[in-house]
């Protein structure tokens, strides 16, 4: 069974920083395509960096500079670093990824993310 965790949201001031993370079980994590999503409140579910097995990354224009995205294979989870956060930012984060060949996808449960101005 695959399950993603979120963790680390939380309450921030306007240019300030967080780290969520996100551990995966049940897969082969090295072997997935992970990404950070997130959805504010009557958005579409936007997505904002995908990291790739190789290490290789890909980020939104709604974040390229303030955000990066990282995984430790050792530990089975991904990481987005946030900074320079701003109120726009707040959303529920999630983490996803897709099996090989893209037959199923699973996410996980979100996180709050709430920057205050």
């Known amino acids: 069974q695959v399950q993603l965790v979120e963790s680390g949201g939380g309450l921030v001031q306007a240019g300030g920083s967080l780290r969520l993370s996100c551990v995966a079980s049940?897969?082969?994590?090295?072997?997935?395509?992970m990404a950070w999503y997130r959805q504010a409140p009557g958005n579409q579910r936007e997505r904002l960096a995908v990291?790739?097995?190789?290490?290789?990354?890909d980020y939104a224009d709604s974040v390229k500079g303030r955000f990066t995205i990282s995984r430790d294979n050792a530990k089975n989870t991904v990481y987005l670093q946030m900074n320079s956060l701003k109120p726009e930012d707040t959303a529920v984060y999630y983490c996803?990824?897709?099996?090989?060949?893209?037959?199923?996808?699973?996410w996980g449960q979100g996180t709050q993310v709430t920057v205050s101005s």
């Open positions: 049940g897969i082969i994590f090295s072997r997935y395509v």
């Open positions: 996803k990824t897709v099996s090989p060949g893209g037959l199923y996808e699973y």
């Open positions: 990291i790739y097995t190789g290490g290789s990354t």
